[in-house]
Each structure stands twice: as structure tokens, then as C-alpha cells.
């Protein structure tokens, strides 16, 4: 069975750091295009960075230079480093597994919620 | 940037109707495009993708067409259990960069 947990989520004051990660199960994400997609309060669905199987990755504009997507092969784990956070990167934070044959966002974890404040 | 658009916003509807939302593209996807719901304190689920193909363990009430620039899902008849917020997304480019429309919420009427 396929099993996405989100975890490091929490309160952080402008200009500050989190790491968030996605421990997954039931799939080798080396194989996989992962994204970390964010849901602002009350807001729409942005996918924010995706690491593709090769280990390319890829940004939105709003958080290019600032965050990190990153994967560690041997604990089936999927990294999102914030750094230099603002505002308006308060937000759900979602890790989804896409489905290689169609590139539908086919397993979601449950979220971890970040909050920028101070 | 491929920019989705969905409408209407909202739309009020009641058990038993057909139910139609409309998702266009700012330019042409193919039928790069999948439908996700979402209901409140849940995480997305994948209804459809490849434009018209149920994801697993989706009822056949939902179904989804079109390519190119317009797009469409339809609930043949509203369940209750389906209010809830839907969104488009797109994935064209290659590698793909993914984004999504900003949603289209069912209430009560």
C-alpha cells in the first residue's frame, strides 16, 4: 500500500527556516516525479517543486532561490527546505507521488501546516 | 506559464442534478489535464486524467472530456457526498511543470 506522512510543519517568524519531509512507503520515489504542493488558507492548490526521477528539479517563481527540494533514495524520503520564509509562505504543505504512466498526482500525503509569523 | 481557468467559482446545485464544470487553458494542453476533488480538512484525490480517464476506484457518475483549450467534468447526478471543491490541473510541458486552476467550489443550493 502506498503511504505518504508528511511531518515539520509549525510556527516560524519571517526570515526564518523549516525543513519539512515526506516519508513515504509501498513505492521507490527514486523512480517517481515527486511535488510538494502547498494550499494557502482558504486558497487554491500550488504546486511549489517537483523533483523528477532523473533528480532534476523545478520551482515555482515565488519560491525559486529560497527553497529546496531534495531526496533521500535509501529512506524513500522527500525533502522540502524553506528558507527565508515570508508571509505569504503560510500555507498547507502536501507531498504528492505522480503516477508515471498518466502524470496524475495519484497519492497525496495529509499535510503539514507551516505558519510564518510574528 | 500555462495559466488554467475554471468556472463559475461557485456554483449551487442540488442532489440528483447533472452538474457541469468548465476548466480552459491558456493555451493548448492536448489532453494533458486531470480533475482532482477536495473536501474541507482532506487532501486532494484524483478523479480523472488524460482529460476523460477515471482514476481508480472513481464512480462512473464522474466523467471528464475535451482537449486542447477547453475541458470539462460532469457529475451525471449529484451525490451529496460530492460537494466538495474541484480543481484542473495541467501538466503539458515537457519535463512537466504542473499547475493547477483556482478551483471550483459545489454547495447546497
Known amino acids: 500500500e502506498v503511504q505518504l506522512v508528511e511531518s515539520g510543519g509549525g510556527l516560524v517568524q519571517p526570515g526564518g527556516s523549516l525543513r519539512l519531509s515526506c516519508a513515504t512507503s509501498g513505492f521507490n520515489i527514486s523512480n517517481n516525479y515527486m511535488n510538494w504542493v502547498r494550499q494557502a488558507p482558504g486558497k487554491g492548490l500550488q504546486c511549489v517543486a517537483v523533483v523528477y526521477s532523473g533528480g532534476s528539479t523545478d520551482y515555482a517563481d515565488s519560491v525559486k532561490g529560497r527553497f529546496t527540494i531534495s531526496r533521500d533514495n535509501s529512506k524513500n524520503t522527500l525533502y522540502l527546505q524553506m528558507n527565508s520564509l515570508r508571509a505569504e509562505d503560510t500555507a498547507v504543505y502536501y507531498c504528492?507521488?505522480?503516477?508515471?504512466?498518466?502524470?496524475?498526482?495519484?497519492?497525496w500525503g495529509q499535510g503539514t501546516l507551516v505558519t510564518v509569523s510574528s | 506559464e500555462i495559466v488554467m481557468t475554471q468556472s463559475p467559482a461557485t456554483l449551487s446545485v442540488s442532489p440528483g442534478e447533472r452538474v457541469t464544470l468548465s476548466c480552459r487553458a491558456s493555451?493548448?494542453?492536448?489532453?494533458?489535464v486531470a480533475w482532482y476533488q477536495q473536501k474541507p480538512g482532506q487532501a486532494p484525490r484524483l478523479l480523472i486524467y488524460?482529460?476523460?480517464s477515471r482514476a481508480t476506484g472513481i464512480p462512473a457518475r464522474f466523467s471528464g472530456s475535451g482537449s486542447g483549450t477547453e475541458f470539462t467534468l460532469t457529475i451525471s447526478s449529484l451525490q451529496s457526498e460530492d460537494l466538495a471543491v474541484y480543481y484542473c490541473?495541467?501538466?503539458?510541458?515537457?519535463?512537466?511543470?504542473?499547475?493547477f486552476g483556482q478551483g471550483t467550489k459545489l454547495e447546497i443550493k
Open positions: 488524460g482529460a476523460s
Open positions: 490541473q495541467q501538466h503539458y510541458n515537457w519535463p512537466p511543470r504542473y499547475t
Open positions: 504528492a507521488k505522480v503516477n508515471m504512466a498518466h502524470n496524475g498526482f495519484d497519492h
Open positions: 493555451q493548448s494542453v492536448n489532453s494533458n
